[in-house]
C-alpha cells in the first residue's frame, strides 16, 4: 500500500529484456539509479512503487536497486518503453552526467506505507489499471494542465471532478471530467511540477493509471445490490421466498432510490 505522496525520482540504469541473473529471475528486469532516499532502510522483498507500479526488490546497493517485471505488468504500464540512460552503470551512485536525461528514463518513486506513514495522499495499491495518453498541456498562471484519454475507456466511470486519480504514482486531484468524450484533467503547481515526472512530460507521452479503490469496492457493492434485487423480484414472481438479507449498503441504496421515485 502506498499513499501518492513521490518521495524522489530514480534515473533507469537498465531494462533487460531477459535477465538470466537470480535477481532477474529470467524475465525482464528494471534497475534504477538515483534512489538513495529511498534505500536507506530497504530489505529485500520490500515493495517499492516504480511509476506507480507495485514491485519487489530483488537486489540492491546505496544507490541503486533492481525489480523484476512480470509480461501483466508489461501489458498494463508504460515500464517496458522506458528508456535506460547510456552509460549509466547501476553499480554506481549516479549515472553518468554527461548523457541528457530524456523524460522516459526517469521514474517516480515512493516507498510501501509503514505504521508512522502520514496518508498525504490517498490509498494507492500500486496496481496499475491502464495507461492514458496526455492530450494536452496548457499553462494556467504558473501551474500545468493536463488532460488524459485512457487506452481503457472503462475506467472512467471512476474518474469524478475533485476525486482522486494516481499518474504515475502520483495522487492527484481530479479537476474536470468529460465523460462523453472520454477525458480528464489535472492540474501541477509550480512545487508538484518539479517533484513527479509527469511535469515534464509533453503531449504524446503516457502516464500510468490507478484509480480510486475506494470506487471499485463501492461500484461492485452497488451492483451486486442490484443484481440481487433482480434476482430477487425474480423468485418473488415465482411465489419463493430468496431468503436474502440486504447489507448496509444496499440498504443505503434502495432509500436514495426511494425517496428519489417519490420527488
Not at 186 to 192: C, H, S
Amino acid at each position: 500500500m502506498f499513499t501518492g505522496i513521490v518521495e524522489c525520482i530514480g534515473t533507469v540504469s537498465a531494462l533487460e529484456k531477459h535477465d538470466d541473473t537470480a535477481e532477474g529471475g529470467g524475465g525482464t528486469s528494471l534497475t534504477i539509479s538515483d534512489a538513495e532516499t529511498i534505500l536507506e532502510d530497504a530489505k529485500l522483498g520490500d515493495s517499492i512503487s516504480v511509476n506507480g507500479t507495485c514491485l519487489t526488490i530483488t537486489s540492491f546497493t546505496k544507490s541503486t536497486f533492481k525489480v523484476g517485471i512480470s509480461p501483466e505488468t508489461l501489458r498494463r504500464t508504460n515500464l517496458g518503453s522506458l528508456e535506460p540512460v547510456p552509460g549509466a552503470a547501476p553499480s554506481t551512485a549516479s549515472p553518468d552526467p554527461s548523457p541528457e536525461i530524456s523524460r522516459k528514463s526517469r521514474v517516480d518513486l515512493e516507498r510501501a506505507v509503514s505504521a508512522t506513514t502520514r496518508m498525504g495522499g490517498h490509498f494507492v495499491q500500486g496496481h496499475v489499471d491502464t495507461t492514458a495518453s496526455i492530450e494536452s498541456v496548457k499553462p494556467d498562471g504558473n501551474a500545468l494542465t493536463f488532460r488524459l484519454r485512457p487506452l481503457d475507456l472503462s475506467v472512467m466511470k471512476y474518474i469524478v471532478q475533485k476525486g482522486y486519480v494516481t499518474l504515475d504514482g502520483a495522487s492527484l486531484t481530479v479537476t474536470k471530467v468529460d465523460d462523453a468524450q472520454g477525458w480528464w484533467e489535472v492540474m501541477l503547481v509550480a512545487y508538484t511540477q518539479q517533484k513527479i515526472v509527469m511535469g515534464s512530460k509533453q503531449a504524446g507521452d503516457d502516464v500510468n493509471v490507478e484509480v480510486d479503490m475506494l470506487g471499485k469496492y463501492v461500484d461492485k457493492s452497488v451492483q451486486a445490490y442490484f443484481d440481487g434485487l433482480g434476482s430477487q423480484e425474480e423468485h418473488s414472481a415465482k411465489g419463493q421466498d430468496g431468503g436474502r438479507t440486504p447489507g448496509m449498503l444496499e440498504k443505503m441504496v434502495e432509500r436514495i432510490v426511494d425517496q428519489h421515485l417519490k420527488r
